[in-house]
């Protein structure tokens, strides 16, 4: 499990991107987020945990949750 923040949410498109804490960016779907992350309700700061996935394009974000007490 990695954990991070919402860099960027592009939302007229559906994804966005988390910055993990190692420094590297890693792009998210609004599919992989977990309840009770909302997409249509990301500003961007938001810490979150995710699981990395590989696509035909690099890693990516799945699962992405909240972190608690965030």
């Not at 991107?17 to 990301?42: E, V, W």
Request: aromatic content about 10%; glycine content about 12%; proline content about 4%.
């Amino acid at each position: 499990m990695t954990t991070g923040t919402i860099k960027k949410v592009v939302a007229d498109r559906g994804f966005g991107f988390i910055t993990a804490d190692d420094g590297k960016d890693y792009f998210f779907h609004r599919d992989s987020l977990q309840a009770p992350l909302n997409f249509d309700r990301l500003n961007g700061g938001e810490a979150v945990d995710f699981d990395v996935q590989t696509s035909p394009k690099g890693p990516r974000a799945a699962n992405v949750r909240a972190v608690d007490g965030a």
